[in-house]
């Protein structure tokens, strides 16, 4: 490795690996090897006994090149060991050693080849001197080194970097061909064919994510131990009460100001008495979200055999269901959204569950206790969604009332796309001037929470107060301020404990993208001492963690986010040229924040109880939290399990129960379950 980077360059090639991985090489090669060694010793007594010089020869040839590899590999994986993350000065006997050992590895094929020969050859010598039981053990050893052989070859095949001829990097050939490879993994992987029209989609995420890892010079497993740094900084300082305090160069996006204690504190208490009404509405509506996903979630939430009866108690595929279940065929995500939002016969009116490119699933419903005809979106169950999802350039488009804003454009296309779709079907329509005394609610959770925010909004000028909407964990990079804060008076987001969809944007990503390299080059130990740390084996020291902060301690870090940033500056905002257009979408540098729609609710976890009997029992307090407290993404072990829709609901629900018994008007209007054992909500901050 060089000082200038953590990456292994190689032969005029870098590699997805750093020299501090090496240490693997070492503590888990050689005992394998040696493990191979013994067994092979132990077999070569009983093969002396027959005197067959070709075998003796490779056995001999074997356990020499083997010996040789497990000392070298000692030696790489002692070097491995020292200096930190970015300083790889320590480390730069690595190359020598991996030299040798490639030089070993070719002479270890020869051996393979030549006992190949040996033991499959039709004129081999050792065919007609050797026992059948010595001959067995030798074509098993054969066999052995061959698999043994081909499975490192593999696993360097995919440390293997395409893009990283160190001559070239940084230049303009070596970005756009850095761009092309990740349109190419898109391509392979996402196994996703795009409509007419759409081709432009796979370019434009391939621009987007290489803008995010380009001229960033780390190693996979140098981003997942910055993440574990990250995390341990937010926990000594006390995120998110006070934030962007520790990271003196860091570009702060477009309308993400910083924030202290004190915006925590005044962002908004909760009012148990005055939001009530609008926390059971959001409690009852819960259920419709989660619904909206289908048999998956169901079978996630309550296992499969709750399936199985709800399927056959239903009727199966002759039941009270719409007539058309598009993308349904057999009934079994209608059977599990109608159990999940316990509707009655007649209530489930139409089903779109095809999932097209840019047009999530959802389904239509009545709700006679809320008199209001409901539109559910589902959120990311699939490929398309995820594409969707990460086409996260940010558009400019006109709302009536409010003027050109702007958004997530992946979203606006999917919010745009549903519409058509239900005002080409005309259930909404019907049942609305059907039924006018009734209200139009629109819901979604994650993906279906930002299309039902951006319909919302559409919708308004439309619909004016007899529409709301229920966003429950919605994505953070979602619309600008100015559009977020016009739907205050008809939107709820819900947000549940340190949920990173909320705060994940393009801005978010960058400042993140950041924060891992301030806390790389603080970080004053090996990087698997902090991976072992992450794992929770082990504990980091706080000198460790925060280093010192003098102009040394500083410099591989300082020198790594400033060559970062000169060559990507380079790129500028006016795009770059592939494949003979301009790309137009702004590298996530120079993306503005964007937030999610209305009023938000945070369920703030609070603490974790472990009752005598084992059962845990989670603790929350709700906040009426400002937009701001959103521009930074939280790093937290439960950052991904409380987006999960059944958590999100849970929590939800034992809000409303937190709220006190509902009286008998609210019976007859409400339908909210008991809440879960294992979740408790106190409605004050006294009272935790």
């Known amino acids: ?119 499959f050859g039709a004129s081999s010598p050792a065919l007609d001197t050797t026992s059948v039981e010595s001959m067995h053990m030798f074509r098993a050893l054969v066999i052995t080194n061959c698999v043994y052989s081909v499975l490192s070859g593999l696993f360097n095949g995919l440390l293997y970097d395409s893009v990283g001829h160190t001559h070239s990097t940084g230049n303009h050939h070596h970005t756009l061909q850095y761009d092309r490879a990740w349109e190419r993994r898109f391509r392979r992987f996402c196994c996703v064919r795009l409509p007419s029209g759409t081709e432009w989609v796979y370019r434009d995420l391939a621009f987007l994510l290489s803008s995010l890892f380009r001229y960033l010079d780390l190693v996979p497993t140098d981003i997942i131990a910055g993440i574990v740094l990250v995390r341990q900084r937010q926990k000594e300082e006390g995120y998110p009460h006070r934030i962007r305090t520790w990271t003196p160069w860091a570009r702060v996006p477009r309308g993400s100001p910083v924030l202290l204690r004190e915006d925590l504190e005044s962002s908004g208490r909760f009012d148990m008495v005055r939001d009530r009404k609008l926390l059971l509405r959001a409690a009852h509506y819960a259920k419709y979200a989660t619904a909206g996903y289908g048999w998956p979630v169901f079978i996630a939430s309550r296992g499969i055999w709750s399936m199985v009866k709800t399927w056959f108690s239903g009727g199966g595929c002759f039941s009270a269901l719409p007539a058309e279940a598009h993308g349904d065929p057999s009934r079994c995500n209608a059977h599990a959204l109608r159990a999940t939002a316990r509707l009655r016969d007649g209530e489930l009116v139409d089903i779109n569950f095809s999932n097209a490119m840019f047009s999530p699933a959802y389904f239509v419903a009545i709700d006679r206790k809320q008199r209001a005809i409901v539109l559910s979106i589902r959120g ?214 964007l937030f999610p729609a209305g009023r938000i609710l945070h369920l703030v976890k609070r603490q974790t109880i472990v009752e005598c009997c084992g059962r845990t029992v989670r603790r929350y307090t709700p906040h009426w939290n400002s937009r701001d407290l959103y521009t930074e993404i939280l790093v937290s072990p439960t950052m991904l399990t409380d987006h999960l829709p059944w958590i999100v609901e849970n929590v939800v629900v034992a809000l409303a129960n937190a709220l006190g018994p509902l009286d008998d008007e609210e019976r007859a209007t409400f339908d909210i379950q008991a809440a879960p054992r294992t979740v408790e909500v106190v409605p004050s901050l006294d009272q935790d």
């Open 1 to 119: 490795g060089s000082t200038q980077s953590t990456w292994v360059v190689f032969l005029g090639q870098r590699w997805h690996a750093g020299s501090d991985d090496l240490i693997l090489y070492g503590l888990v090669g050689a005992p394998v090897r040696a493990c191979f060694l013994i067994g092979l010793t132990l077999s070569f007594e009983n093969l002396k006994f027959h005197r067959n010089r070709s075998q003796v020869w490779y056995y001999r040839a074997t356990i020499a090149a083997l010996s040789l590899r497990i000392i070298t590999q000692i030696a790489i994986g002692v070097v491995a060991s020292r200096g930190t993350i970015l300083d790889a000065r320590p480390r730069q006997a690595v190359k020598p050693l991996l030299l040798l050992a490639i030089l070993l590895f070719l002479v270890e094929m020869a051996i393979v080849g030549v006992g190949v020969f040996l033991a």
């Open 380 to 593: 990311t169950l699939s490929f398309r969604d995820a594409i969707v999802d990460m086409t996260a350039e940010v558009v400019t488009t006109t709302i009536p009332g409010l003027g050109d804003v702007e958004m997530h454009r992946g979203i606006l296309m999917s919010a745009e796309n549903v519409w058509a779709d239900v005002q080409k079907r005309g259930v909404v329509e019907k049942l609305l001037a059907r039924h006018p005394d009734h209200r139009f609610v629109i819901v979604g959770h994650s993906l279906g929470a930002a299309v039902s925010s951006i319909l919302g909004l559409q919708l308004r000028a439309t619909y004016g107060h007899r529409l709301e909407c229920f966003a429950f964990s919605p994505p953070g990079g979602l619309m600008s301020r100015e559009a977020a804060d016009s739907a205050n008076d008809f939107i709820t987001s819900i947000i549940v404990g340190k949920d990173v969809i909320p705060r994940l944007g393009l801005h978010t990503m960058e400042l993140l993208k950041e924060r891992i390299l301030f806390a790389l080059a603080h970080c004053r130990c090996h990087k698997y001492r902090v991976l072992l740390a992450g794992g929770c084996v082990g504990e980091l020291h706080r000198d460790h963690v925060f280093g010192e902060d003098s102009e040394q301690g500083l410099g591989e870090g300082t020198q790594l986010l400033c060559t970062f940033r000169r060559q990507s500056d380079q790129i500028g905002t006016d795009g770059l040229i592939a494949g003979g257009e301009l790309q137009h979408v702004l590298p996530p540098a120079e993306a503005p924040a």
